[in-house]
T-cell receptor, first 109, second 115 residues
Framework: GQNIDQPTEMTATEGAIVQINCTYQ??????LFWYQQHAGEAPTFLSY??LDGLEEKGRFSSFLSRSKGYSYLLLKELQMKDSASYLC??????????WGAGTKLIIKP | TAGITQAPTSQILAAGRSMTLRCTQD?????MYWYRQDLGLGLRLIHY???????GKGEVPDGYSVSRANTDDFPLTLASAVPSQTSVYFC??????????????FGEGSRLTVL
């Protein structure tokens, strides 16, 4: 079956760096997405990786290794507003998105 | 502002009643989706439509139906609601044409409680 694994919850300190991991097993691969979802709100797009390597976008970076079925989202200079759930999703060979359950990130002052 | 609109925002429904959740987008995206989100679970796809006039079943389609009469609208109907359909429902759209990444744009969600 298809599976996306990510930690349920993580805690980090304001101003620090945090890495949220995602491992996947899917039928084919057509890209990996990270979304941010604040409590009570809709998910919003953060990043897309289809080739191996690091994609940097401001304070956020996303890394992909297709051979290892692994990605991470790196958040630098953490701010209180970064407290949210981070969703990993993989597009399979049928171009359908398979979603992880999300990682709730708690930022402490 | 351009985007995707869902209605109602929240609803309490008696079991056995029918309900239609509305979804409209003005981005001219070809693909639209309905997801449900439950605590501790990932987003689960209910139904999708790759283009106007076509629909497909997702991971959890039972008890739900959809239609896609035009590009902009994608309503979700619960014919006879049951308590297990209590959830937050998200409509989403994406451009899946050649160069697009397929990034999803989500509506604000509809919180449905079935009693």
């Amino acid at each position: 079956g298809q599976n996306i694994d990510q930690p349920t919850e993580m805690t980090a300190t304001e101003g620090a760096i945090v890495q949220i991991n995602c491992t996947y097993q899917t039928s084919g691969f057509n890209g990996l997405f990270w979304y941010q979802q604040h409590a009570g709100e809709a998910p919003t797009f953060l990043s897309y990786n289809v080739l191996d390597g690091l994609e940097e976008k401001g304070r956020f970076s996303s890394f992909l290794s297709r051979s290892k079925g692994y990605s991470y989202l790196l958040l630098k200079e953490l701010q209180m507003k970064d407290s949210a759930s981070y969703l990993c999703a993989v597009m399979d060979s049928n171009y359908q998105l398979i979603w992880g359950a999300g990682t709730k990130l708690i930022i402490k002052p | 502002t351009a985007g995707i609109t869902q209605a109602p925002t929240s609803q309490i429904l008696a079991a056995g009643r029918s309900m239609t959740l509305r979804c409209t987008q003005d981005m001219r995206h070809n693909a639209m989706y309905w997801y449900r989100q439950d605590l501790g679970l990932g987003l689960r796809l209910i139904h999708y439509s790759n283009t106007a006039g076509t629909t497909g079943k997702g991971e959890v389609p039972d008890g739900y139906s959809v239609s896609r009469a035009n590009t902009d609208d994608f309503p979700l109907t619960l014919a006879s609601a049951v308590p297990s359909q209590t959830s937050v429902y998200f409509c989403a759209s994406s451009d899946t044409s050649g160069r697009a990444t397929g990034e999803l744009f989500f509506g604000e969600g509809s919180r449905l409680t079935v009693l």
